[in-house]
């Protein structure tokens, strides 16, 4: 595992997904060849996405950020065990968070066996920040500040996840990305955000993918995690949040020195929807 301080990535993306053409097989071997112990795969599904501007239109047959969980499961299931003498395979989810998905999401994770359910929060009032529409006319920070009030009404609304992912994600797409961008400038909204997290017993995931996107940091940033920590919340997946093979593991050398660096000394991975802390390295 040269390279490596943690043996597991916890958020990868397949052909499931809309937004990745890559095999299961082949998000596999990228982790079997980079040292790898375990992966959690955790394919989209984003209910209620509407069509954005600029979007490439999909085939009638499919709803984008949507696939079928008996497929799903059919599929992974079978390939896990041709795996399991090389790589521990989870089962996962990323879930679109909206407001208004509470009951379809506890009845959606609660129907299928996953490891491990990711809450991310893609949309902002229907609105994908990767299409660039929430930022026309207005800074960069009003639409970084809505975001963070948006995850937090998702908060309140949908409970059946396990860690919420990339908290900062809107910052990879601003027309400036990190320049009005801080932990202090945000405090306020971060600090709601995180206390509810903490209060329903939730983790926070360290997505690597800030540092792919060329923000310099993952999301949220070490700040975030940093003021997580301070105001005792212990659990913290780390994923790579890939969508190619060559972006499995990514930037994982780096992954556990910026974990320390915020006062944590475990990680977690999950398995059947509980926790396994795991000592950094």
Same mark, same amino acid.
């Given at each position: 595992?040269?390279?490596?301080?943690?043996?597991?990535?916890?958020?990868?993306?397949?052909?499931?997904?809309?937004?990745?053409?890559?095999? #299961?097989?082949?998000? $596999? !071997?990228?982790? &079997?060849?980079? @040292?790898? %112990?375990?992966?959690?795969?955790?394919?989209?599904?984003?209910?209620?996405?509407?069509?954005?501007?600029?979007?490439?239109?999909?085939?009638?047959?499919?709803?984008?950020?949507?696939?079928?969980?008996?497929?799903?499961?059919?599929?992974?299931?079978?390939?896990?065990?041709?795996?399991?003498?090389?790589?521990?395979?989870?089962?996962?989810?990323?879930?679109?968070?909206?407001?208004?998905?509470?009951?379809?999401?506890?009845?959606?994770?609660?129907?299928?066996?996953?490891?491990?359910?990711?809450?991310?929060?893609?949309?902002?009032?229907?609105?994908?920040?990767?299409?660039?529409?929430?930022?026309?006319?207005?800074?960069?920070?009003?639409?970084?500040?809505?975001?963070?009030?948006?995850?937090?009404?998702?908060?309140?609304?949908?409970?059946?996840?396990? #860690?919420?992912?990339? $908290? !900062?994600?809107? &910052?990879?797409? @601003?027309? %400036?990305?990190?320049?009005?961008?801080?932990?202090?400038?945000?405090?306020?909204?971060?600090?709601?955000?995180?206390?509810?997290?903490?209060?329903?017993?939730?983790?926070?995931?360290?997505?690597?993918?800030?540092?792919?996107?060329?923000?310099?940091?993952?999301?949220?940033?070490?700040?975030?995690?940093?003021?997580?920590?301070?105001?005792?919340?212990?659990?913290?997946?780390?994923?790579?949040?890939?969508?190619?093979?060559?972006?499995?593991?990514?930037?994982?050398?780096?992954?556990?020195?910026?974990?320390?660096?915020?006062?944590?000394?475990?990680?977690?991975?999950?398995?059947?929807?509980?926790?396994?802390?795991?000592?950094?390295?």
């Amino acid at each position: 595992m040269t390279g490596y301080n943690l043996p597991g990535d916890t958020h990868m993306h397949t052909v499931f997904s809309t937004d990745s053409g890559a095999s #299961v097989r082949s998000m $596999l !071997d990228a982790a &079997v060849k980079k @040292g790898l %112990h375990a992966v959690c795969i955790t394919d989209h599904m984003d209910l209620d996405y509407p069509p954005q501007e600029g979007e490439e239109p999909h085939p009638e047959e499919q709803i984008p950020f949507q696939f079928d969980p008996e497929e799903y499961f059919r599929t992974l299931c079978s390939i896990k065990e041709e795996y399991e003498d090389r790589l521990d395979v989870r089962i996962g989810i990323e879930f679109g968070l909206q407001p208004h998905l509470g009951e379809k999401c506890r009845e959606m994770v609660n129907a299928y066996p996953f490891d491990f359910v990711i809450g991310s929060v893609h949309l902002i009032r229907g609105y994908d920040p990767y299409y660039g529409k929430i930022f026309e006319e207005r800074p960069d920070a009003d639409a970084y500040r809505e975001a963070f009030e948006e995850t937090l009404k998702c908060l309140e609304n949908v409970e059946d996840f396990d #860690v919420l992912g990339h $908290l !900062d994600y809107v &910052v990879r797409y @601003g027309k %400036h990305k990190a320049e009005e961008y801080s932990y202090n400038a945000f405090s306020d909204e971060i600090d709601a955000v995180l206390r509810k997290l903490i209060s329903m017993g939730k983790g926070l995931e360290m997505n690597m993918g800030g540092i792919k996107y060329g923000l310099g940091f993952p999301n949220p940033h070490p700040d975030v995690l940093r003021r997580y920590r301070e105001l005792g919340g212990e659990i913290v997946t780390v994923g790579a949040d890939a969508h190619r093979p060559e972006h499995v593991g990514y930037a994982f050398e780096q992954a556990g020195e910026i974990l320390k660096s915020c006062g944590f000394r475990y990680y977690a991975e999950y398995k059947g929807r509980k926790p396994v802390f795991l000592k950094l390295q």
